[in-house]
């Protein structure tokens, strides 16, 4: 009988497969036996800690993407933005998206802070208003400062506008 040499990546294919298969077959075999005799021993307690408000932390990144939960203890959406009153430079309000999927399609709605309590067993935050109720909420809109707005902008009210022959997006002197 004649010897046929595999090449090495139909070996390694073959290795792999084996392995794959095997793996669940191993996942399933059961600890070995305890064979000291004497009293069975209780389940370990399971610790359940309750869940850290992120509001009380000093890194605020926590609080972006907590749940949030109405007050028919349904999952309303999740916090997508933190928002601070500038001249204090604290936190004042959380920007709630609600519904959508996977982010797409979802309405943001600024509530203020003391709208929002922590539910320490769920780790969420809750708040007293339905997701139907926020719907009829208006929609927040992110606001460009004007360092950050790039975009060029109308002349103010009673400037005149810029004749013929300049460059509009020159500045003025």
Known sequence: MAIRS???SSAIAI???LAMLAGPAIAQTSPPARTSPGAAEPPAAVVVRPATNPLTLEDVSKIKGTSVYGS????????????????SKKIDRLVV????????????VALPLDQFSWDTDKGVFKITK????LKAMP?????????TDTRR?????GAAAPTGGQNPAAPSQ
């Open 15 to 17: 290795a792999g497969t």
């Open 130 to 133: 339905t997701a139907e109720q």
């Open 72 to 87: 028919d203890d349904k999952k309303i959406g999740g916090v997508s933005t933190m928002l601070m009153e500038p001249s």
């Open 139 to 147: 929609e927040w809109r992110e606001q460009l400062s004007e360092a």
């Open 153 to 157: 902008k109308a002349p103010p009210a």
């Open 97 to 108: 998206s609600e519904g959508g999927i996977l982010g797409m399609g979802s309405r943001l």
């Open 6 to 8: 595999v090449p090495l």
